[in-house]
């Protein structure tokens, strides 16, 4: 790195050769050499880890920016707000931050983007390996940022992205928390918190959090990221033709293909919610046509084209998105369709995959304790489901986690417990009021076991009437448990059915 000469302002002689300067200004200048010392063994400790580079000739300044030219500065913002971007274009911006922190690595807002980036390409791509890169690029800019707002807050939120790709929602609400305080009125301190608020279950702090959120004076390229997350807290708050409304919005109004087909990846997730197989697989193929590398749409096609009967169309799909970026929960899924099937063997490999995925994201430091219980749950060992999940909802107690906890005791002969947690899932005045045919089906099948064969039938049909296709295997389950539940009981629904 190099260190400006003190006091030096343009040409004239070397201080080298004028007589030495006063003791005053020598001790000045061994406290400002110390202090650059030491704040540069962060950034130099990063450094040390990224890839080699050579040094390049320096060449003459660029010419003005032109769009083609001012393209890499906008994918920098959109990576740093949180708006999705295209894996290439992800790639290439890591390569210039790299590059840029090489050559300036006291400049927290290189490592930032750096960071930001990284969290973003480890989620797109499904791989963690990026994660503790991510976490040596955001740690490095806070502490090369000293006490500038803008440049802490951009620190702490990349680091509160991180902690939500990792499922550490405790630590992203922290580091939010954080970054809210420095810069209140700008918008992108917001989205990680919202999300932080939501993986704790505290539903009400996440709808405040939002309501501020729309408060707030956004430029037009950034309102649809907004909608994006106004739509997951509408659909957390069971407002479904909100929340389509809101992402469709987005996805009209984004500005970069890779944008678009995010957004149109989701409403297809929303129509799968509510079992419209023909336009949630219509959003998905419009998604993977803009963006070939929409994981999301990938594995909503081939989840929808199993719904509408055709598996074998589907495990194809499985098996691209497997190829393309091995994601856990797509293994998982695939897994459960094979053995739907009949197909064992095949099955069995799949959850090979799964474990493989579970290893490999846990090395990236992501917690993958509320999948590993779900798999265990139906399909190993649900006592070791069972504890994981415990542990899970003691430290981080949200709706997802509620549900599979619940399934975990109810497959472990714990009916009666089972019962406090399921409907914890389904009940709005307890939890998020999401609307879901699996959180349905599961509080359904637990009632059936505990004799409560009134509410049993109401909940195993309101899997159905939501979604008639919600899982290979267990829909087929629910519509069994109907048959044996025989005639609709004349018991009153309970209070909390909605």
């Keep these: 790195m190099e260190i400006r000469q003190y006091g030096s302002s343009g040409p004239g002689p070397s201080p080298a050769a004028g007589p030495p300067p006063p003791r005053r200004s020598r001790r000045l200048l061994r ?293 393309k970026r091995p994601e856990a929960r797509d293994a998982l899924e695939l897994g459960e369709l094979q053995e739907s099937l009949k197909r064992s063997d095949d099955a069995e490999r799949s959850y090979g995959v799964l474990r493989e995925r579970v290893r490999r994201s846990a090395a990236g430091g992501v917690d993958e304790e509320l999948l590993t219980g779900q798999f265990e749950a139906d399909h190993a060992d649900a006592d070791d489901a069972v504890k994981r999940l415990r542990a899970e909802w003691r430290r981080q107690p949200g709706i997802e986690v509620a549900d599979a906890l619940g399934w975990a005791l109810y497959r472990a002969g714990e009916e009666t417990e089972a019962l406090t947690y399921v409907s914890i899932a389904t009940d709005k005045a307890k939890g998020g009021g999401v609307i879901s045919a699996l959180y349905a089906f599961h509080r359904g099948m637990v009632e059936r076991e505990l004799g409560k064969d009134g509410p049993a039938r109401r909940h195993l049909e309101e899997a159905l009437r939501i979604n008639p296709y919600f899982s290979p295997l267990g829909a087929p389950r629910a519509r069994e448990a109907l048959r044996e539940l025989g005639k609709v009981s004349d018991e009153p629904p309970p209070d909390d059915v909605s």
């Design 31 to 323: 406290r400002l050499l110390v202090t650059v010392l030491a704040g540069s063994a962060a950034a130099g400790g990063a450094l040390m880890l990224l890839p080699h580079e050579p040094a390049a000739p320096r060449r003459a300044a660029p010419p003005a920016a032109g769009p083609r030219a001012q393209a890499p500065a906008l994918t920098a913002a959109a990576v740093t707000t949180g708006v999705p971007a295209a894996l290439p274009d992800l790639a290439a911006l890591i390569g210039r931050q790299e590059s840029a922190v090489r050559a300036r690595p006291r400049d927290a807002r290189a490592w930032a983007v750096l960071g930001a980036a990284y969290v973003q390409r480890g989620r797109r791509a499904a791989d963690a390996a990026d994660y503790p890169r991510a976490e040596r690029a955001l740690r490095t800019a806070l502490d090369t940022a000293g006490t500038r707002p803008a440049e802490r807050a951009a620190a702490l939120g990349g680091l509160a992205a991180l902690a939500n790709a990792r499922r550490d929602f405790p630590a992203a609400k922290g580091y939010g928390e954080q970054a809210l305080r420095l810069t209140p009125k700008s918008w992108p301190a917001y989205p990680p918190l919202i999300e932080a608020y939501t993986g704790l279950g505290d539903y009400e702090a996440a709808r405040g959090a939002l309501d501020k959120l729309l408060r707030l004076r956004t430029a037009a390229a950034d309102r649809p990221a907004v909608m994006a997350r106004a739509s997951a807290v509408y659909r957390d708050r069971g407002w479904r033709e909100d929340s389509v409304a809101q992402l469709t919005d987005a996805a009209a109004a984004a500005r970069t293909p890779a944008e678009q087909a995010a957004y149109l990846a989701g409403v297809g997730q929303l129509a799968w919610e509510r079992g419209d197989r023909e336009d949630a697989l219509r959003h998905f193929e419009a998604a993977l046509r803009l963006d070939p590398d929409q994981r999301a749409a990938l594995s909503g096609k081939a989840r929808t084209l199993a719904a509408l009967g055709r598996a074998d169309e589907a495990v194809a799909v499985y098996r691209a998105a497997l190829a």
